[in-house]
């Protein structure tokens, strides 16, 4: 037995379950991936992913029919920090208003970005996605007007916040460019959201 053979991720198994139910449609992996860092308690979501409990049920009956959804023991009940809820809303009307009107799943996709990036990692850890290019995917897949703005690869979180910034005329950088920013791989590049 190899002594570097990498040992299988807890996730494989609840994502394995779920695609086996999936139907094919472009957001079914995304989900499945954040269903199966959910249950392991590796991702920020709250229980139903900041929808309300039928939503919840209906994205995963559209994307994963007849498959039983189980709840992590260890799931916050609420999806909205009221202290927040202003900051979410917007977020929630920034990706609906780009969605691409595809799939009947961008409505609950925008909700559930938008709870994920009150948490405090990086988008993608924070949604449950396995990596950064998964979230770039999903958010081309559901909002291709809006992914198309982020030219110089801005981590996401960082992309969303300064479009919000944008919409109401605040410009709160300082450098004459981001070229110039001493932040810029704090807001670029290919590490992190």
């Known amino acids: 037995m190899e002594s570097s053979a990498k040992k299988p991720d807890a996730r494989e198994s609840h ?10 449609q472009g957001n079914d992996d995304a989900l499945a991936c954040m269903y199966a860092s959910w249950k392991e ?4 979501l709250p229980v139903f992913w ?23 023991s260890n799931a916050e009940s ?52 396995w990596c ?12 291709p007007a809006l992914a198309s703005r982020n030219v110089h690869n801005m981590k996401w979180k960082k992309f969303l916040y300064k479009q919000l910034c944008i919409a109401e005329g605040i410009y709160v950088c300082r ?3 981001c070229e110039v920013c001493t932040d810029y791989d704090h807001c670029f590049g290919s590490g992190g959201e």
């Open 50 to 72: 900041g929808l309300a409990h039928d939503d919840f049920e209906q994205l995963m009956a559209l994307h994963f029919p007849g498959c039983a959804i189980e709840l992590p």
């Open 41 to 44: 308690g590796r991702s920020a």
């Open 132 to 143: 950064r290019e998964d979230l770039s995917d999903l958010m081309a897949r559901n909002f």
């Open 175 to 177: 450098a004459p460019s």
């Open 15 to 24: 994502y394995t379950r779920l695609m086996a139910f999936a139907t094919g």
């Open 78 to 129: 609420d999806g909205m920090d009221s202290d927040r809820t202003d900051e979410q809303l917007e977020l929630v009307d920034l990706m609906r208003r780009h969605r691409a009107g595809v799939s009947l799943s961008e409505q609950s996709i925008a909700s559930i970005v938008a709870c994920a990036c009150l948490g405090n990692d990086h988008l993608w850890q924070d949604l449950g996605l």
